[in-house]
């Protein structure tokens, strides 16, 4: 049982840092799905500055 | 019907702008990937503002013409509409900048600060604002829109140059300029992508539409606030 558990950690371990080295999470929510908030920012300053 | 029918058409212009330039697809390309649909309303901000700027000196050159008071309040209101979109695009400018030269392109800050277009954009916009610096100065009503109506052919002239001419002459990171290597093939017209012109040519229309909408609404208060003058 417990080299089970000993196993499944490690293995958990060694997933979560291949995870780690492959994407660096980071707060990038501007880039993701190809940079289209970036559109949608802009769209939202011409409506809110027209309706003001 | 027969007076309102161009803003009805404004409003289907730009809901087919938000909707279209939303779905419809578009190029892939690097860099810019899905940041490419704002060319619906960040570059259609810029030529909302040539248009309005354009009728404001036709406005300026009738007032000195037939000293017309009403062309006054005309060419002030339409000079005010084309400022607000000008500022509009330098904002949008600037947001989308930030995520495709800054950082995407590995742009510095120091290249960016010398960028020929985005100078010249700003010297334009300064000259507009220094009409109305000018304007306000005025107490004499007759000499003020006399001033500001030959003002404002010197800063129209002034904008092509610094918009246009002066960014292509000395290249720039902002596409179309010769020296631009950042593969937008969206501003230049010889080979702008037949998907994007769909779009593009109604949104230009569908802005400039609501800016004159706008415009139109100023210049009648400004009627009712001057109205014992004419």
């Not at chain 2, 860099?31 to 309005?52: D, G, K």
């Not at chain 2, 610094?162 to 017209?189: E, Q």
């Not at chain 2, 569908?206 to 009627?223: D, E, P, Q, S, Y």
């Amino acid at each position: 049982m417990q080299k089970i558990i000993t196993l499944l950690t490690l293995l958990f371990i060694s997933f979560s840092t291949f995870a780690q080295t492959e994407q660096p999470q980071m707060a990038d929510a501007m880039r993701s799905n190809g940079k289209i908030y970036v559109v949608v920012v802009v769209c939202l300053l011409i409506l809110l500055c027209i309706s003001h | 019907m027969h007076k309102y029918w161009w803003k009805i058409l404004a409003v289907v212009l730009l809901i087919y702008t938000i909707i279209g330039g939303f779905l419809m697809d578009v190029p892939r390309l690097f860099i810019l990937n899905e940041s490419i649909r704002n060319l619906y309303f960040h570059v259609c901000m810029w030529f909302a503002m040539m248009i309005l700027f354009g009728v404001s000196v036709v406005y300026s050159i009738k007032y000195l013409r037939n000293q017309d008071y009403r062309n006054d309040i005309y060419a002030s209101s339409y000079a005010g509409t084309g400022l607000f979109f000008g500022l509009l695009g330098y904002t949008t400018g600037a947001i989308w900048a930030n995520y495709t030269w800054v950082t995407d392109q590995g742009q510095s800050l120091g290249s960016i600060l010398k960028e020929p277009k985005l100078l010249g954009a700003g010297i334009a916009i300064l000259i507009y604002c220094a009409y109305f610096v000018l304007r306000g100065s005025f107490t004499d009503i007759d000499k003020r829109a006399r001033v500001t109506a030959v003002y404002n052919i010197f800063a129209f002239a002034m904008l092509f140059p610094t918009i246009w001419i002066i960014p292509r002459l000395v290249g720039s990171l902002h596409p179309g300029a010769p020296g631009s290597d950042s593969g937008n093939p969206a501003l230049n017209f010889k080979d702008i992508d037949a998907r994007l012109r769909m779009v593009f040519y109604p949104a230009v229309i569908g802005w400039t539409l609501l800016g004159v909408w706008i415009t139109t609404l100023k210049m009648r208060i400004a009627l009712l606030k001057e109205k014992e003058l004419l």
